[in-house]
């Protein structure tokens, strides 16, 4: 069972930048495709982007393309999201989602984080 915790959430203005971690135990993510959601008051958990086993491929959300960067260290066993130039949209809870294969959906995850949460200020 791999248990996920997020951290690195807070209170940002507008034009700023934060990075999150995901640190994994119980398990290696390397076998895992890892995966950052989002969810905003109201609204629904969105996908915000992934990164494949060996981190070589990565994928995001069209409203986070170009601010946003995932990266993971194995030998860590943790995952990271660097969020540059940041928006009063992008305020919300972020996951971090552990699962088998590339993808955008929510179901396909099989490990979740808590959350953290990350509120940019206009």
């Known amino acids: 069972q791999v248990q996920l915790v997020e951290s690195g959430g807070g209170l940002v203005q507008a034009g700023g930048s934060l990075r999150l971690s995901c640190a994994a135990s119980?398990?290696?993510?390397?076998?895992?495709?890892m995966g950052w959601f989002r969810q905003a008051p109201g609204l629904e958990r969105e996908f915000v982007s992934f990164i494949i086993y060996s981190g070589s491929r990565t994928y995001y959300a069209d409203s986070v393309k170009g601010r946003f960067t995932i990266s993971r260290d194995n030998t860590k066993n943790t995952v990271f999201l660097e969020m540059n130039r940041l928006k009063p949209e992008d305020t919300a809870v972020y996951y971090c989602?552990?699962?088998?294969?590339?993808?955008?959906?929510?179901?396909?995850?099989?490990?979740w984080g808590q959350g953290t949460q990350v509120t940019v200020s206009s």
């Open positions: 119980g398990g290696t993510i390397s076998s895992f495709v």
């Open positions: 989602a552990a699962g088998a294969r590339p993808a955008t959906k929510e179901y396909e995850y099989d490990y």
